[in-house]
Each structure stands twice: as C-alpha cells, then as structure tokens.
C-alpha cells in the first residue's frame, strides 16, 4: 500500500502571508486602481461592514467605492504598515483623495476566513501639519 502525501498544514507565518497577500491586493485593486471587479474575488461569502458610511455586503462596499472614485477619480492608498494576528490583517494607511491634500491616517482591520474578507473595521483621522510634537502620524 503506497501512502500517499499529504499537504503539510499551513503554518501560522504562511496564513499570516497569504491573509497579508490578500489584503494588500484588495487595496491596490479597490483604492488605487478602480478595479471593483478585480477586487472583489477577495470577498468571502458574506462580509460584515463597520464603517457606518457603508452597507454590508460585497454590494455595499463596491456602491461605495464607486462614489468615491466618482467623485475623486485620482485617490490613492499608501500602505505604510501591516500586521497579521490569526484572522485579521490590521493596515495602517496614508490615503490622499487629492494629490495636492494632506490626506487621512486610516486604520484598517480585516477578518478573514479561508484567506476571503469577511468583516472589516476602519479609524481614521485628517492628517494636520500643526501638532504638539515633530512625530509624523503616518
């Protein structure tokens, strides 16, 4: 009898990579690119929307995305910092709807399940050029 091989199970560093993967690819096709479609083979089943400018469902956030590029065709996301703990991904972000702007810090976190979106949440905050201190909030 031949015993056959089996798939060595996935490693937490290797779901960690791929739910990162995920994420990222999601971003860059959604904010930067446009590409509703591209970006939605990352949604699971169902996804659970927290941001209460934005219905759930895959339906709700493609709605969305596309009145915002609608209305700032030249709006992008620059990743600045990402970290993976079991299912989510959480995405800190330098997002500009206007080259010239200063632009928003925005937290993102993404649950996923089986490397898909599934919920999200999201804090955010204008970047502002007067603080109490030199650091930089992106």
Do not use: C
């Amino acid at each position: 009898m031949h015993d056959q091989l089996q798939p060595a199970a996935e490693t937490a560093n290797t779901k960690h990579e791929r739910n990162k993967a995920a994420v990222l690819d999601f971003i860059e096709k959604s904010v930067n690119q446009g590409d509703i479609d591209g970006a939605s083979v990352h949604f699971g089943e169902s996804y659970t929307q927290h941001n209460p400018n934005i219905e759930d469902g895959a339906r709700g956030f493609r709605e969305y995305l596309q009145q915002l590029r609608q209305a700032f065709p030249l709006i992008r996301g620059e990743v600045k910092r990402i970290f993976a703990d079991g299912d989510f991904v959480i995405v800190h972000m330098h997002a500009r709807r206007e080259p010239e702007e200063a632009g928003l810090a925005i937290v993102d976190v993404f649950r996923l399940a089986e490397g898909k979106l599934v919920e999200h949440w999201e804090v955010r905050q204008p970047v502002v050029e007067s603080k109490l201190h030199t650091n930089a909030m992106i």
